[in-house]
């Protein structure tokens, strides 16, 4: 494998994130930079769910995203957050900086912690 990315080191608990949602799949954080009052970044877990960008997605992990947009839309729910933008940055081109396939939530409302 190349290089661990920031988000290989937050699952691995060697880099401290603020987390907002957990299953056994699926983390939710806070983004450290948040672009909206809410803003949370969704990754998968698993080492066979790694992917590094839409970009790159196959056959084989082409449930991945599936796996996010329903965190997404769980941890939404849960929060009663009933507005929210979901964002993939695709690629470099596509604003994409980190290379761990993650999904932006954001919404201008905010919830009870
Ligand atoms: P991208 O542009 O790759 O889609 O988004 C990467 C996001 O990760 C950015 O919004 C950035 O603020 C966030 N980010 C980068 N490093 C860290 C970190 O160490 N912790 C957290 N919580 N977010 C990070």
Request: charged share 25%; proline share 4%; hydrophobic share 40%.
């Amino acid at each position: 494998m190349s290089e661990p990315t920031i988000f290989h080191k937050i699952i691995a608990g060697e880099i401290s994130s603020d987390k907002v949602f957990e299953t056994e799949e699926v983390l939710g954080f806070k983004d450290i930079h948040p672009k909206a009052p809410t803003h949370v970044l969704f990754i998968a877990k698993k080492e066979e769910d790694f992917v590094d960008s839409i970009i790159n997605l196959t056959e084989e992990t082409a449930h991945v995203p599936g796996k996010l947009v329903r965190a997404a839309q769980e941890f939404a729910a849960q929060k009663g957050i009933e507005g929210y933008k979901l964002t993939f940055h695709c690629g470099k081109g596509g604003g994409q900086e980190v290379f761990y396939l993650h999904l932006h939530l954001m919404s201008q409302e905010t919830y009870a912690e």
